[in-house]
């Protein structure tokens, strides 16, 4: 379906060439045709091992599934965002979004170096047409030239290892590989250079640079989307192959991750930096749920596109309130926060809560998941770790909330948004806020996701 | 959390809001449903309910707490009653009553430390919007102490979850767990409950947070808040972590020693009105925590009764200063004020009782509280518990010096004379004193509650 869509728009753009937003919306009403398939077609789940498919190039199971779930999901309201809005409208977004969708919901399942080489590329080459596809702006097309260099960089990397990889083992298949090494259990240095690949791209810390470049550069709206779907199916990748990486450097980045993105931040007066960092906290959380091989994983996940999702709608229809720096990223700095909108800033406090993890946010679930399942292997240090470098990020989320607290006893104005905008602000708001309730119910599902 | 909590926060709010809409932006209305849904909602603590698989239930121990934030809520609300003119600052007391109330009720540990955790949200919101001119540091210090103190106590909760794969105080209670585990359990804990109660290396917060927040928010923080702490210990450690409460007790004892020492002799020194208030109940919590620690039942009944009389007295000095005072002359200063017996009477007449309600004078519940838990401590350790009664008499002279300063001398020229106290202040004021009288004369009934309460916790 995705891929007929793909065609189909492709077509289409050669006739149409009038700009308007029927065209996002048309995308929209895909991506929501391909979840209904896709949640129609999860019976295959039943079938305990997974399914091969292609020439076992990809392997179907349950452990990807929310994965690719909460992918749609999030493009399907980022789509219905841009639907909205007038410098969105660009006719080749849609394709580019649709082609690198097809890369993300593929990535998950890969089962093949050679096919996780082309399906990260896929993935990759889009995410460097959409970051510059603005070429008006002097930043994107740095944005998109930087990301193009570093990507290209960890792609060589990645492509190298794979050589050894294929040296070593005699064989492409990762199910092969898995089995192989099940036998001679020795450490090799190619396996920590694929793992060194994906966390380029990823932009983990000590590789992060480039990350806060780009994300800094890029549209904000451009931001929102790489800085989360892109991250997601490659960690999602590394959480079905866990097997495939050693515990040990992955916990080199997790410690760099974490430190940095606690401690750089606090000297930071740019909102979209400061995001990145905090995205780049969180992934550090994250690649504990991986090396735990735990349910946190999915629960951390959840709250990370929720709360990231909420805030980037957040910033982006601020726009319209404040003064923006410039059409592309209207809300830059922190210090712009103060603005004129109670209900806008009080969702944002809470998505600023749910990061801190307080209850009874999602923030606050997902990290004490975190903190079990890394007691359960006794991963003692990690966690206190993890609390300390959470409260340190508190400091800087306080900071934020503080800046946008400014206005908030000033009368209040009513300021109109976008009806649709506010509607999908507003849903999100009330996932984050009653996520407690429903929580029981998610655990029992995704347990038996994880069985 | 609770689902009826957030049901019946967002109906009020939403109610009060359509009602002061319909009125023309009547601000007052809003003002009035919440102060009445801040009295009905004691309703609900009458009966016992489960909710998302947790159940919420009182005791006597926990009664005891409930009625004090039950109490506490209207006169708190009425206590910023003309001086802030915005609906939010009274949902936000609302919402804080209400999770204060609630953490009183839970039955699970997970629950308790979440209902802990989330009281900070509206806390560190009603700071930073309406607190004095040192508010960013207030609000910092109260979310980053309590969060990463607590955080050590989530790991402990953590630990419990993993064993037993539940935390409900009835399971858990249940279990006996080996003694390395339990010390380190136990210090978790302890680091979550040394900087809540406040002791003394660990209350650098509390003097900040206390004199900058406004008004209510400092009545319900030194009213209930603290008292969460002694809460704590009293349900999540000494039950369960039975052998290591013992097996810390001297530490602890000599950490509230060197409180109550330490706060009393810096309340000598300090200036600012409020923070002297809030310095008192420091040393009044280490009593407290003392008692609870006494492995008696004197003591326990002791630190609860101390509890509820600080709960009462505190927040009427904050009243007095941070409220009467302040609104009239804006000024938190003690060497602002003198000689207001000459043109405030029946003022000075109240802050004379209640400064000898607080030092622990004879006929006050404090007295009687003290009395207890200083019997029960001096039964576990005669040297540190005889060595802590010296706080009674430090705590005297800073109060005393407090009053006389305040009360005495002849009125400044340099200061414009005011109306004495108003009807809602007369009102507060005896709200907050007839308790506290009452059950210092006839402490019967406090008795007879709690002393049921032992026999169903301890003794079944």
Known sequence: ??????????????????????????????????????????????????????NNWFIFKTINLPIIFMMLLFIMSWLTYSSTNSISINFNLLVLVLTNLLGLMTLPLVNDLLMLYIIIELQSYTLYLMTGLYNKSYNSTRASMLYFMTGGMASTIMLMSMYFLFNEYGTMNLNEMNMLQNYNNTFNMTEMMLMMGLMFKMGMAPLHRW???????????????????????????????????????????????????????????????????????????????????????????????????????????????VTPVSKWSPLLFMNQLNMNNNYLLMSLMMCMFSLMGMPPTPGFFSKLFIMESSLMDNYMFEMMLLMMCSVMATYYYANMMKMSMNSMTNKEQTVYMNSTVAYMMSVTTMLLLTFYIYLPNMIEGLMMMYM | MSFILLSLTTFTSLFSRLISNLTFNNFNIIKVIILISSGLIALPTIMDWSDLGVYYLTDGFSDVLVILTAFLIPTSIISNWNNIKNNLFFELVFNLGIILLINFMCQDILSFYIYFEVSLIPLFIMISLYGAANRDKAADYILIYTLFSSLFMLMSICIYQMLFNSTEYQMVNLMVLSMDLQSIMFMGMMMGVAVKTPMAPFHTWLPVVHSESPLAGSMLLAGVMLKLAIYAMMRLMLPTLSDASLLFTPFIYMLSLMTMMYTSLMTLRQTDLKVIIAYSSMSHMAVCLMGMLSNTYMGMNGSLMLSLAHGLVSPALFMMVGGILYDRYHNRLMYYYQGLMTYMPVLSVYLMMLSFCNVGAPLSLNFMGELFSMAGAINKSPMIGSMATMSVLLSASYQMKMTNRLTGGMKSKYVKSVADVTYRENLLMLLLMMPTMFFGMYPKWMMEMLTETNNVLYKM
């Open chain 1, 1 to 54: 379906m995705l891929f007929t869509s793909i065609l189909i728009f492709l077509v289409l753009s050669t006739y149409i060439c009038h700009n308007d937003n029927s065209f996002n919306r048309l995308g929209t009403i895909t991506v929501a045709f391909i979840t209904l398939m896709f949640i129609s077609s999860l019976n295959i789940v039943s079938i305990s091992n997974g399914i091969t498919l292609f």
């Open chain 1, 211 to 321: 990350s806060m470049s780009v994300y800094n550069y890029a549209p904000t709206y451009m931001t929102a989307y790489m800085s989360i779907v892109a991250k997601l199916s490659m960690s999602s990748l590394m959480f079905a192959n866990y097997w495939l990486f050693d515990n040990y450097v992955m916990l080199l980045f997790m410690y760099m991750s974490l430190l940095m993105g606690a401690y750089k931040p606090l000297y930071q007066m740019n909102l979209k930096t400061m995001l990145a960092y905090s995205g780049m906290l969180n992934f550090g959380y994250l690649l504990l749920s991986v090396m735990s091989y735990d349910m946190s994983y999915y629960m951390y996940m959840m709250q990370y596109v929720l709360t990231h999702l909420l805030m980037f709608m957040m910033l982006l229809s601020a726009g319209e309130l």
